[in-house]
T-cell receptor, first 116, second 112 residues
């Protein structure tokens, strides 16, 4: 079975400062990796995903993440945050298994709070 | 616009009553999923379906039931057997081969 750990439940940051949201995973087989964002009382929106290839993945809204296989990590970064980035961020994995449903295993989420 | 529609957005029920949450997608996706979200626990998989008339239990299926009679619809019934049904429920879909899941806007169920 696979698991995802997001150690930081909350991350406060000032506007225009850089931010890193940490994600570590555990799996006995190869996985795909995802970051989703959730605004209050809404569904989840995909920020970015790592399937294969370059370990640095760029997503929407200026976010990027780097896959580190040796450290089993997939940390999310943004060089300069905006007030509108305030939201809950979820890291997720799914097992690489072509042709089957992509069941996601989620971390517990990190609340990013951006202030002036 | 293509997407996933969940209804209603807010739902209140008395304890002991069954309640059905609606999920409809017009993305022509084969696979559909139901997740439950609780504060501090992330999302947990309840049920999923890869094709019409077939579905599988997820990690927390007890007290829930689903059906998949049409490709577009995947309703979730929260039964009276579910001990703690108050939560935010999210429906998602994906193609059978792709890895990206698309989510609806969620239904917040409150049982009193």
């Amino acid at each position: 079975a696979q698991s995802v750990t997001q150690l930081d439940s909350q991350v406060p940051v000032f506007e225009e400062a850089p931010v890193e949201l940490r994600c570590n995973y555990s799996s006995s087989v190869s996985v795909y990796l995802f970051w989703y964002v959730q605004y209050p009382n809404q569904g989840l929106q995909l920020l970015l995903k790592y399937l294969s290839g370059s370990t640095l993945v760029k997503g929407i809204n200026g976010f990027e993440a780097e896959f580190n296989k040796s450290q089993t990590s997939f940390h999310l970064r943004k060089p300069s945050v905006h007030i509108s980035d305030t939201a809950e961020y979820f890291c997720a994995v799914s097992i690489i298994n072509t042709g089957t449903a992509s069941k996601l295993t989620f971390g517990t989420g990190t609340r990013l709070q951006v202030t002036l | 616009d293509g997407g996933i529609t969940q209804s209603p957005k807010y739902l209140f029920r008395k304890e002991g009553q069954n309640v059905t949450l609606s999920c409809e997608q017009n993305l022509n996706h084969d696979a559909m999923y139901w997740y439950r979200q609780d504060p501090g626990q992330g999302l947990r998989l309840i049920y999923y379906s890869q094709i019409v008339n077939d579905f599988q239990k997820g990690d927390i299926a007890e007290g829930y039931s689903v059906s998949r009679e049409k490709k577009e619809y995947f309703p979730l019934t929260v039964t009276s057997a579910q001990k703690n049904p108050t939560a935010f429920y999210l429906c998602a879909s994906s193609t059978s081969w792709d890895t990206e899941a698309f989510f609806g806007q969620g239904t917040r169920l409150t049982v009193v």
